[in-house]
């Protein structure tokens, strides 16, 4: 192996972070959504996976319009604060507006799930997602896209988190 192989294996392992990532839509062209926040979030760093999308209804509040998720693995350099209000900015730059307060109808969503084993809470960025444990629409994609992954809080893997997962609804794969 050469010094220059060596030194970005060495680097890739050594700052390289594994972000997994949820993106939720529910209103406009659901599919075009999902992949413009696809395309800007590549700026980031490299999206080594992405999950089937997976539909759904609201999730804690009544909507008339269906969801579309989707999970990805993405490796990146970035630091978590910084790679949080990079992916914010993304929202707004697709069209996402906060207008109030709790759960809303929405063109883009980006949630960070989790990053490497990573627990933090800050005022911008709870790790791992204090929700996503009782998201069905979360733990099937997830589940697709990083099988073997462990919840660094409650120490169980995505396949046990789906069996006690008290979401009702599940989610349907698209191709």
Known sequence: ????TTARTVLKNDFMKEVLI???TNLGHKRENLAKAIES???FGKIDRTSAHYESPAWGYESNASYLNQVLLLHTAMEPELLMQGLLAVEQELGRE?????YADRLIDIDILSI???VQQTALLELPHPRMHLRRFT???????????MH???GQSVSALLEVCPDTAVPTKLS
């Open 139 to 149: 733990l099937l994609p997830l589940q697709e896209v990083h099988p073997e992954w």
């Open 1 to 4: 192996m050469s010094a220059v």
């Open 22 to 24: 949820l993106l939720g």
């Open 116 to 118: 490497d084993a990573l």
């Open 152 to 154: 660094p809080i409650l």
């Open 98 to 102: 906060r207008l109030t307060e709790g």
């Open 41 to 43: 979030i590549r700026r």
